[in-house]
């Protein structure tokens, strides 16, 4: 509208309204109404409740492409640098456009059935309301009670996932008031953008909806309905407790952080899933009068789910999915991008050098606006630290995981939080674990009563006394680590730090450290109550899962490399006669004094680097004339003895 002069938009609106006033009938034009009352009781019941085709409520991501799809001319939908950012295709092979069509959640979805079978229609009801809620909503807005699995294969707006509709179409009111599902539509026949003075009539009359500006769609709360989520508890008989419990609350933790300010200049949900570009862009095919807007929303809605995403894109033709692989390959790349760039800070430290032990501190921070992992429960991320020597040979390691891709060591009870790790056995696994009733272990939603363990990393400004901590809780031995989201006595650091205990046994010589932390978007200890069931989707899901890429997802490394430790074990007695001289030096020239051949001096400074690596060296060495105390390792048939030389 912006490039338009001012006299020509408003002959086309007039224009744009005549056509539309002509195509309603006489008793439907507003005019033919008493009163604006009148007109609005008649919308109410023309659009939310008469029965209706899908299509009259919501549209297809399909009747949008046409004019936010790639556009053959590049003149839409590009940036700067020529790339073409469109809507569609980059929404398309999201875990969004694909929600209704997950296959482990529909695996999920027949195993809670399974459990629970007298809840089907309740169960089915729910789930659709966020996998699919453009199908289940117009089938409540049509008076049903229930919207069922079956109904949503067959609903061809409900296997859109989370479409356009979806977001653009959420009303104002109660934005971040409902949760679990509960939402609100404005199904008058509006799509909500963020660009002001819209040019509305290619979307009037060719999809029949009119765009229009609100700042509300870029408010966290437009995702608030689906991303904190509480389910009615069951005992293990199916019996409801008359309890909820929280399985996912995402939203409430970005509300429990730094990311909301307090409302007054937030960073959002979409200000880091759908990363905004500066550049002048196109938003319309098909129209080379319109004016470029900016910032421009790229609509990739990534987040951390590599693992899900490469398992559709190789399952496509079974899933009935049409975005392009070289789309999923972009999503995919995007995901990798977000879950190694913008989730976690990490810093690797020595702290201590003992005679018999080496200490370190891994400093984990959460750059994330909520908890890593978020959302559901199946995610984990865990810690591998591992030590070894300048052969390669791993001297000491805690996590990595075997050929089942579970964690090592892991056994069936729950790996506690740990502030000290000293052992082997012992390894950090950031993660929300359910229990039943019983407060025994479970993966079944419906069964969830409560928690044994939600360490999960905490975002920046998080408080155990923000309004929105009953859920967003934190269970197990993290509320007793004073290094959890603590620096000081001061909360709200949205990092933690594991201390690692390690011996040396005896080892003398350069070690290697490295600390790395994975992400696992499904557990293999979580899947497997439901793996030891059956229903199709359940076989399904099985055969994608068992020929899919599980293998853990790098998020985060630091290291540090030729670090001198030296054990102070009891030397043999041709050790003893081993004299490096003088001692302290002045000028940085050594002499090697040994009854036995000497094979190889190799010399480290108090920083670990390297100084010299000699083979078979004669009666002397010579080192550079720096200040300071060196470790001199002195190879001789049968082991090595270490001598520290000061050089002044």
């Known amino acids: ?98 929600s209704a069509k997950d296959p482990f959640w529909r695996a999920k979805v027949s195993h809670e059935v399974l459990v629970n079978p007298t809840h089907k229609m309740d169960l089915e009801t729910k789930c659709t309301s966020c996998h699919a809620p453009q199908g289940h909503f117009t089938a409540l807005l049509r008076g049903a009670d229930h919207y069922s699995i079956t109904e949503m294969e067959n609903d061809t707006i409900a296997m859109d996932g989370v479409s356009c509709g979806a977001c653009h179409m959420k009303a104002k009111e109660d934005l971040d008031q409902l949760f679990s599902g509960e939402a609100k539509y404005d199904t008058s026949g509006v799509m909500y953008g963020p660009f002001e003075m819209p040019f509305a009539a290619p979307m009037n009359d060719f999809v029949g909806f009119n765009p229009v500006y609100s ?29 909820q419990f929280v399985e996912q609350a995402t939203y409430h933790e ?37 004016e470029p807007r900016s910032p ?30 070289e789309h999923f390959d972009e999503t995919i790349a995007k995901t990798l991008n977000m879950l190694q760039k913008q989730s976690l800070a990490v810093e690797l430290s020595n702290t201590k050098i003992e005679s018999d032990s080496v200490y370190f501190d891994f400093k984990i921070r959460n750059k994330a606006g909520h908890k890593f992992p978020s959302g559901f429960p199946s995610r984990r991320v865990f810690v591998e630290f591992t030590i070894t020597d300048d052969q390669d040979d791993t001297l000491w390691k805690s996590g990595g995981t075997d050929e089942n891709f579970e964690v090592i060591g892991h056994s069936d009870k729950v790996m506690p939080h740990y502030n000290v790790i000293t052992s082997e056995d012992q390894v950090q696994i950031y993660e929300f674990v359910l229990a039943d009733v019983n407060g025994d272990f479970t993966t079944v939603l419906e069964q969830a009563d409560g928690s044994l363990k939600d360490n999960r990393l905490l975002p920046k400004g998080f408080s155990t006394s923000h309004s929105a901590y009953d859920t967003t809780k934190i269970y197990g031995a993290a509320l007793a680590d004073p290094n959890f989201n603590y620096i000081g006595s001061e909360e709200g650091s949205g990092t933690d730090i ?31 109550p439901m793996f030891d069931e ?24 630091d290291s540090i490399n030729d670090l001198f430790i030296e054990s102070l074990a009891i030397e043999n007695e ?75």
């Not at 990739?300 to 190789?314: H, I, P, Q, S, W």
């Not at 201390?499 to 978007?521: D, E, F, L, M, R």
């Not at 899901?541 to 998020?555: C, E, N, T």
């Open 574 to 648: 041709m050790f003893v006669n081993v004299t490096v001289y003088p001692n302290p030096s002045d000028n940085g020239l050594l002499y090697i004094k040994s009854e036995s051949t000497v094979d190889r001096v190799r010399v480290v400074n108090m920083e670990g680097k390297l100084i010299l690596d000699q083979y078979s060296p004669k009666e002397s060495i010579q080192l550079p004339n720096i200040s300071g105390l060196y470790a001199v390792e002195l190879f001789l048939d049968g082991g090595s003895v270490v001598r520290k030389i000061y050089i002044r």
């Open 254 to 290: 970005w509300i429990n952080s730094d990311f909301d300010d307090d409302g007054a200049s937030p960073k959002t949900c979409q200000g880091c899933h759908m990363p905004r570009l500066e550049d002048n862009i196109v938003i319309s095919a098909n129209y080379l009068f319109l």
């Open 1 to 98: 509208m912006k490039a338009l002069n001012g006299k020509y938009v408003v002959a086309i609106a007039m224009f744009a309204s005549i056509v539309l006033l002509a195509m309603i009938p006489e008793r439907e034009n507003p005019d033919a109404f008493h009163t604006i009352a009148e007109w609005d009781r008649f919308v109410d019941e023309r659009l939310m409740h008469a029965p209706a085709d899908t299509i009259h409520l919501f549209p297809t991501a399909s009747t949008c492409e046409g004019c936010h799809g790639h556009d053959p001319q590049m003149n839409a939908m590009v940036d700067w640098m020529g790339n073409d950012v469109n809507t569609h295709d980059d929404w398309a092979s999201s875990m969004m456009a694909n």
């Open 498 to 528: 594991i201390s690692y205990h390690i011996p040396t046994n005896g080892y003398t010589g350069n070690i290697n450290v490295s600390a790395k932390i994975y992400y696992q978007a499904i557990a293999p200890r979580w899947i497997k």
């Open 534 to 557: 059956t229903t199709p989707e359940i076989e399904i899901f099985r055969s994608m899962y068992d020929a899919a890429d599980l293998s853990p997802v790098l998020v985060a490394q």
């Open 296 to 325: 421009f929303a790229l609509h990739d809605l990534v987040g951390a789910n590599v693992t899900m995403l490469e398992l559709m894109k190789d399952n496509k033709k079974a899933l009935n999915i049409k975005a392009a692989d």
């Open 215 to 243: 700042k509300h769609i870029n408010d966290a709360g437009i995702c608030a309905s689906c991303h904190t989520l509480l389910t009615n508890s069951t005992d293990l008989e199916g019996n409801y407790t008359g309890r």
